[in-house]
């Protein structure tokens, strides 16, 4: 079972209540629960914590609740130089790499975000490949009614935020979807031509993964892909970069390759495109 998830607006109705029983969500809206406040103290599963430990939550952060005190869900790696946090929204929640976001969530929330992506390789069928796992949102939706999603994840600590994200728990527990810790620019060699039914790629920004992006990378998803198979390639569309549009590049690149009925489409943020 996943620890107590609170945010601040838990944590701001157990302070508003001061005394006896408050309703909220401990699993960031996925189900209710009730919890006693007594003597300046919350007792949530077992726990007992000071409502002065309540009063130090912040905006836009998820903490779990572990030894009697909540601990962000945020960590800085070493390693790559980045820090993770699991960012709370008014649905399932989104993961930022050094406060980059990895999916929309201002004028979409990641939700919807997802089942936009997902419908752009509808119907779902066969083996599909998830290119880039991140919370596992697109490798959950797409199993629904695929034979299995192969999902790959480079950065382990993106797969240790996923673990207490409640959003993300079928991502380890579905048996269609096998996760692999893995770098997919380097891996999807392995695959044989045609391995494929769909491919949802969707990669972070150009800065953080430009092989992502490349020719060879391209080329490599066309031919993993089957005859009559969908691909959908999501293009981040910064604010900033949004004048110089970056997906007509993604689009002729595509074309390049040997993807037909390459198409743009807005309300997904990303590409279309079929092997004949
Ligand atoms: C936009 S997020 C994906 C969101 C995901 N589809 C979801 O539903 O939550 C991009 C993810 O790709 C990962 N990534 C970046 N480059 C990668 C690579 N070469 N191979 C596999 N994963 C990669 C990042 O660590 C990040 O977690």
């Known amino acids: 079972m996943l620890p107590p998830i609170l945010t601040k607006k838990e944590a701001d109705r157990i302070i508003s209540k001061k005394e006896g029983a408050a309703s909220l969500s401990l ?23 000071p409502l ?21 869900i945020a960590f800085f790696s070493d ?9 709370p929204t008014q649905n399932w929640p989104t993961i930022t790499l050094s406060s980059t ?23 779902v ?22 034979e299995k999603v192969y999902t790959f994840e480079k950065d382990k ?21 096998e996760i692999r810790q893995k770098n997919i620019f380097e891996e999807i060699s392995q695959f044989e031509d045609s391995f494929f039914d769909r491919i949802i790629h ?22 993993v892909l089957k005859k009559g198979g969908i691909l959908y390639h999501y293009c981040p569309c910064p604010q900033k970069t949004k004048e110089r549009k970056f997906y007509p590049k993604i689009v002729k690149q595509l ?3 040997g993807f037909k009925k390459v198409e743009y489409h807005a309300e997904s943020s990303g590409v279309r495109a079929l092997k004949f």
């Open 79 to 87: 390693e790559t130089s980045l820090y993770y946090k699991l960012l």
């Open 157 to 177: 600590n993106v797969l240790r935020i996923a673990e207490f994200n409640p959003y993300s728990k079928e991502l380890f527990s579905n048996e269609k979807i």
């Open 255 to 257: 074309r390049g390759v």
């Open 125 to 146: 069928k066969g083996i599909v490949l998830d290119t880039c796992c991140g919370l596992g949102y697109t490798a959950i939706l797409s199993s629904k009614n695929a």
């Open 202 to 223: 969707d990669p972070p920004t150009f800065k953080y993964s430009p092989e992502l992006y490349s020719r060879e990378f391209h080329a490599e998803l066309y031919r």
């Open 52 to 72: 002065s430990a309540l009063q130090k939550i912040k905006e836009k952060t998820c903490y779990i609740l572990e030894d009697n005190i909540p601990k962000q």
């Open 27 to 49: 699993d960031l809206g996925i189900s209710s629960a009730t919890v006693l406040i007594k003597d300046g103290f919350v007792n949530i599963q077992k726990q007992k914590i």
């Open 101 to 123: 976001p990895m999916h929309r969530y201002s004028t979409i929330l990641p939700k919807k975000d997802t089942e936009l992506k997902i419908k752009e390789i509808s119907p």
